[in-house]
């Protein structure tokens, strides 16, 4: 079984920059879109950013030109670099996977736990 472990979450200053990390383990077979999304208090979980295996990427247009997504395709590890925090990118943070299961016969989409980002003003 597949499971996704987030890090790098933490408090930071408005302006500030922060990186977060999302690495697979498990028995993996394949992994094709995996990605970034967002919770603030009281709003419904966003995308942030995703990418696809061939290093193929799409942003929330909230975090274009500050936010970059990249990835590791040895080591199922993507990260999310966030430069120029704002007090609206405060959420907790969830890394999501499409990763292939041969028990279905498909690719199902996995959570991880989430990691908290706060930025204050």
């Known amino acids: 079984q597949v499971q996704l472990v987030e890090s790098g979450g933490g408090l930071v200053q408005a302006g500030g920059s922060l990186r977060l990390s999302c690495a697979a383990s498990g028995i993996i077979l394949s992994i094709n879109r995996m990605g970034w999304y967002r919770q603030a208090p009281g709003k419904a979980r966003e995308l942030v950013a995703t990418i696809l295996n061939s290093g193929s990427t799409n942003y929330a247009d909230s975090v274009k030109g500050r936010f970059t997504i990249s990835r590791d395709n040895i080591k199922y590890t993507i990260y999310l670099q966030m430069n120029s925090l704002k007090p609206e990118d405060t959420a907790v943070y969830y890394c999501?996977?499409?990763?292939?299961?041969?028990?279905?016969?498909?690719?199902?989409?996995?959570w991880g736990q989430g990691t908290l980002v706060t930025v204050s003003s």
């Open positions: 999501n996977a499409d990763s292939f299961s041969s028990s279905v016969g498909r690719y199902l989409t996995l």
